[in-house]
């Protein structure tokens, strides 16, 4: 692999960078702006489709650089994947498989080595890692998931609430370093990280109204019956029907469902509405009631059951998942025009992805964590004008290891041998690239919240195998080809025989590969595992 030093050549004095296209189009160490939302599914981000919402802001990145069109994470959900992204290593190497696990802050991170190159790092907003940030010259952040509305944050000097909306507020605290507070005689490295469009979806004030008139499309697999998948889907607990909580989730009063008889969506969360709406203002509570009132009035003379229920509910999760990326949008929108007003924009790097992807209703379902595409695949759009051509697109499988190797040597730091990922510049100014042919994937956190057994995989260009294990034994088999909702598990059909084999060899040699064959399968390790788990009130 082709490494420059531009920055660390200074530095270390170990320059070699004669024919570095890098190096050769920057003197000037760029700087990083690197966003990491939470559950942004590439469903709702124009850029990739703009049937369910526009995002002008977000999509500028990719107008003015590139957008990847298979970007990937290696375990879908939170913790892991932000460990994975500032270690570039997989969850059985960075400590943190679930979002149980406490983030070992003494790994290698890309911004611990940012520093060390010279670099002034930051971070606001979402960490979710339990321990302190480390390796970051200035840190707020969320505590655990944060809240939409006065969020509080950890800070160096201790927690600190905060008046206002919670993608506002990071956005200003931004804005805030890159005007102010930055040391302007260094390059550096700002990690904003927004809590939207995590669950349970409070729109700002602005959006409250953002998406109430508009209907909805359904996706084609919402009534997906899991006919030829393992019992792993049918047993997973986010069906919107089932497990979407009418009142913390859709916004209706304990009371009315109560009323209504509602009760088996009663134990769901029943306080956590109330309790969150306790959280705005007065003004903002009377203007909040002057939307969702209405609502809770055609909820309870409608009363919809069944179908018609499951139906009621994706509408309403919709209206509010969408709104709260409208805000995103904006406040991206913001720091764009703050890099372009101070002048940047050219020498700035901005990366834009998701901790995962989200399920918006596909197989019936909202959270992530399967490795069907939805939730596996992220968004990822990325702007360097120094090196990336307006308007590109890539088709390489990518994946979040990737992201640290790809700052560390945008920055001219040399990257860790035993990082797993491989930088993504090569793909910035080229196609072609010799690239992998296949992704891995590994997904620990069972039992937990939403049930989802513990599952690994191969994925290809065209074929996806994966095992789910532990408390289930079976194996899934995809042409994503012939079948790209992945409603047609293959394996052990005759016509695909010859793909299961090859795919089973795949998955041996991919697992050696990211050394992931010795001991996370093995019984002892497992039960462990579980035990831990339980401990932490999970069975
Ligand atoms: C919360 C959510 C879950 C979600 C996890 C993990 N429930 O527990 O639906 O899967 O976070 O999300 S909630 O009712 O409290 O919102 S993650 O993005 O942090 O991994
Ligand atoms: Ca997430």
Not at 291 to 304: D, H, M, Q
Request: overall charge negative.
């Amino acid at each position: 692999m082709k490494y420059f030093y531009s920055l660390a050549c200074l530095l270390l004095l170990a320059c070699n960078n004669s024919d570095d296209k890098v190096n050769s189009a920057t003197n000037v160490p760029p700087n990083i702006v690197f966003i990491i939302t939470d559950d942004h599914a590439y469903q709702a981000l124009s850029a990739y489709e703009d049937h369910l919402i526009q995002t002008p802001n977000i999509d500028r990145i990719a107008k003015e650089g590139m957008l990847f069109e298979k970007a990937y994470v290696s375990n879908s959900i939170c913790s892991p994947s932000r460990a994975v992204a500032l270690t570039g290593k997989l969850s059985h190497l960075n400590s943190v498989r679930d979002n149980l696990d406490v983030f070992d802050t003494t790994m290698v991170t890309f911004p611990k080595l940012l520093q060390t190159g010279g670099y002034e790092t930051a971070i606001y907003g979402k960490w979710h890692l339990k321990s302190e940030p480390k390796g970051f010259d200035f840190w707020e952040v969320l505590p655990d998931q944060g809240h939409y509305y006065d969020p509080e944050f950890l800070t160096e000097n201790g927690e600190i609430k905060e008046d206002g909306y919670v993608t506002d507020v990071i956005t200003d605290k931004a804005i805030e370093y890159l005007k102010n507070k930055r040391d302007k005689s260094k390059p550096f490295m700002l990690m904003y990280n927004h809590k939207a469009p995590h669950r349970q979806w409070w729109p700002s004030m602005e959006d409250l109204r953002a998406f109430k008139d508009q209907k909805i499309p359904v996706p084609e697999s919402f009534f997906d019956d899991y006919k030829t998948k393992s019992p792993a889907s049918k047993e997973a607990e986010m069906r919107i029907a089932d497990h979407m909580a009418l009142s913390a989730d859709n916004k209706i009063h304990p009371d009315i469902l109560e009323k209504l008889n509602y009760n088996e969506f009663l134990d769901w969360y029943e306080g956590a509405y109330l309790e969150r709406l306790s959280r705005l203002s007065e003004e903002e509570q009377k203007a909040w009631q002057e939307v969702y009132g209405p609502i809770n009035e055609e909820f309870e003379s409608n009363a919809p059951k069944g179908q018609a229920l499951a139906l009621w509910k994706y509408q309403r999760y919709m209206e509010d998942y969408l709104g709260v990326i409208s805000s995103v949008d904006r406040n991206i929108g913001r720091v764009l025009d703050e890099l372009d007003n101070s002048g940047l924009t050219e020498n700035t790097m901005v990366i834009y992805t998701s901790d995962q992807g989200f399920y918006l209703g596909e197989h019936g379902w909202f959270d992530k964590r399967f490795m069907y595409e939805e939730s596996f695949r992220t968004p990822l759009l990325v702007r360097y004008p120094k090196l990336i051509k307006p308007g590109s697109s890539d088709k390489h499988l990518v994946q979040n290891i990737d992201f640290a190797p790809t700052v560390l040597e945008v920055a001219g730091v040399p990257i860790p041998e035993d990082m797993q990922g491989r930088s993504l510049v090569p793909l910035l100014n080229s196609d072609t690239v010799e690239w992998r042919d296949a992704l891995y994937y590994h997904y620990y956190e069972y039992p937990g919240i939403h049930m989802v057994k513990r599952h690994y995989g191969v994925r290809t260009e065209r074929y996806k195998l994966i095992r789910f294990y532990y408390n289930v034994e079976a194996w899934e088999l995809y042409d994503l080809q012939t079948d790209p909702q992945e409603l047609n598990n293959v394996y052990d059909t005759p016509e695909y025989a010859e793909v299961q084999t090859q795919m089973h060899d795949k998955l041996e040699e991919i697992r050696i590969q990211y050394k992931d064959a010795s001991d996370s399968l093995n019984q002892d390790w497992i039960d462990k595992d579980i035990e831990r788990l339980k401990s932490l009130g999970w069975d």
